[in-house]
Structures are given as C-alpha cells and as structure tokens.
C-alpha cells in the first residue's frame, strides 16, 4: 500500500512538472523568435524606458529608484517571488503594488495607475533581472486558498470559472485561439493582439470581461489572491518576463 | 521623441553584410478605425524609413498601413570602414527623428 502511494505521489509530481505548459511552449515560431531575440522583442522598447526611469529622480523626496535600491541588477530574483506579503496591508501585493508603495511611502510621488507605461516599463525592468530563474512565490494562508477558491469560483453572466477555461479546457481552442494554462511567468508581456504591453492584472480584466463579469479592481486582496495562487501554481517554472505572446 | 532600440552586432567585417535591427515605439495607427463615438481616429503612421551609412542612403523605404504597432525592422548593410549609421524616419504629424549609431569595422 506504501509503495503504491508512493508511487502515486510520483507519478502526480511527474505529471505536475510534465504537464505544465508555458504560453511560449505553445506559441507558434514566429512568436517564439520574437521573444528569443532581444533586439527583435519589442517589450523592450518599454525596458529601455524602465531603465532611465530607474535613475530618474521623483517626488516631494527627490528620490530615484536607484537611490535606495542601487543598480537595478541588484533586483535579481525579486520578481520571481512575487506576489509577495506586505504588512502594511496584510496581504500579499503584486509587483507593480509594490512599485507604487514605494512610489507613495519612500519618494513622495503619486502612484501610476494600473495601465500606465511607466510602471509597466519597472516591472517590466524588475522582471527581466530574473528571467531565466524559476518562479519562486511563497504559498501563504489563507491568501492561497482564496485565490485557489477564486480560481474555481464561477462568475459573470456567462457563469464560467477560471479552472473551467485555464485548467479543465487548456489545450483546447477559444475561437480558433488555443486555451493557455495560464501561468504568470512572463508578465509584464507584450502581447501582439494588444499591439502593447500588459501586466498580469491586464490579462485578469480581460479575462472577467470575456465572461461578463465585474472586474476586480486593481489594487484589489481578490487580484492579488489569484496573482499568488497561479505564481505558485507556476513555481518551479522558468520567469520569461518580458515574454511575447500572441 | 519616441524610444528606438538599435541592434547592430559588435563584431562587423568590411565588405561583409551585417543585419541592422530597429524598433520603433510607435502606435502605427491605420485610419481604418473608430473610436467608441464612432469618429474615425485619424492615421498616424511613421511613413518613412531611411538609413544613411556616412551620408549615403543604404535603405529608403515608405511605409504605408497595415503594419503593427511597435514596427520592427530588419535589414542587411554592407561598410567598407567604420563610420554612423544614421536612422531617420517620419510620422503623419510631419515629425522627423534620427537616431545614431556607430559602425565599428574590424
């Protein structure tokens, strides 16, 4: 009987790293190409930005990025642990909250609204430093099982869930697109069907109003909750930001 | 201004092509689309493209619609020596930007 069990906790860790598909594994050539190639990645264009703005000092503090956190390489690793705890609200905040936190407490200036270029551009600077490493985000309660209560919560008019989509139909097609597993390894990406550049939290939106639902709001324990249910869900898996998907 | 990233490789021969590669952070706006009022959103494409190498043209190109945002361009040079490669392009609203970049031969 031991053996069994063991076995068949084997076989699902096996089939959880095998089974995992990366929205690159299933993207076509041409689109894969362009996120190999750096020059040829046009979410770059938004790092290029990030860069300058990472020195640029700003707000009543007359403070950069920079001046606390030093050379922006210092930023390794961080992102892959993202969505990560925040005592000052309790819960786990996403990366682009994070950036706003520190934008509010530390330099005096206003915070960036959830679609803003430039604070697409950080993140997106922020994720590049660890792309390569794997996903790292830390499973906490109850936070995870909210998100994972989230995930399989049935919503908007057209009564759907993410689970129905994202696990129980990845794989097969939405319109002639192919349905993702939806994991959050690349963002910010650029996506082609946007002609721009978009976070996790961009995707969320759309997906809620694909199904007719009140979208969460941005700053919102709900966004944040499913934004560390599906990092987890991903840990293990390798960051891409800034991917390129269709 | 509108942010461009350059790609030329480090390692170029004379006599030799090499591949330039240009982004251009551009909405390439078609003219074909309206907006939630039903207003037409005027065009706003960059409409021309040319790179000079030391003031001799090597591509002259027109853009026209259809294109993405966020164009991406490829295209092979050949330089007998070092020198600028100079990258200039036009929108609809009549501005014109150039970008620099140097050309090391080896």
């Known amino acids: ?246 | 201004m509108v942010r461009v990233l350059i790609n030329v490789p480090k390692q170029i021969h004379a006599n030799e092509p090499f591949e330039v590669k240009v982004l251009i952070s551009h909405p390439m706006e078609s003219g074909q689309r309206r907006d939630q009022m039903g207003q037409a959103i005027p065009r706003d494409i960059i409409n021309h493209f040319i790179a000079t190498l030391d003031g001799e043209t090597v591509l002259d190109a027109d853009f026209f619609p259809a294109i993405a945002a966020n164009p991406f361009l490829s295209f092979s040079v050949v330089a007998e020596k070092s020198g600028t490669l100079a990258l200039t392009f036009v929108d609809d609203h009549g501005v014109t930007q150039t970008e620099l970049t140097a050309i090391t031969v080896t």
């Open chain 1, 1 to 246: 009987m031991k053996r069994l069990v063991l076995l068949a906790v084997a076989a699902m860790s096996l089939m959880g790293a095998g089974d995992r598909r990366s929205g690159y594994d299933d993207a076509s050539a041409d689109t894969r190409a362009m996120q190999d190639d750096d020059a040829a990645n046009p979410a770059f264009l938004w790092v290029q930005q990030g860069e300058s703005l990472w020195s640029a000092a700003e707000g009543a503090a007359g403070k950069s990025c920079a001046d606390c956190h030093g050379d922006v390489s210092a930023m390794r690793g961080v992102a892959a642990r993202y969505p990560a705890f925040e005592p000052k609200h309790g819960r786990p905040i996403t990366l682009e909250e994070r950036i706003n936190l520190c934008r509010t407490d530390h330099m005096g200036a206003a915070a960036f609204a959830w679609n803003d270029d430039k604070l697409l551009s950080l993140s997106a600077l922020i994720g590049l430093q660890s792309r390569g490493m794997p996903v790292a985000a830390k499973a906490q309660e109850p936070f995870l099982s909210e998100g994972a209560a989230l995930f399989r919560e049935r919503m908007g008019q057209l009564n759907l869930s993410c689970a129905q989509c994202h696990e129980e139909r990845a794989g097969l097609k939405l319109a002639g697109s192919l349905i993702p597993q939806g994991h959050p390894n690349g963002y910010p990406e650029y996506r082609l069907e946007w002609q721009g550049m978009g976070s996790f939290y961009r995707r969320l939106r759309n997906c809620m109003i694909g199904v007719r639902a009140e979208p969460f709001a941005p700053d919102s324990r709900e966004a944040a909750d499913l934004a560390l249910f599906l990092a987890v869900r991903a840990n293990g898996m390798k960051v891409e930001t800034p991917a390129v998907r269709p």
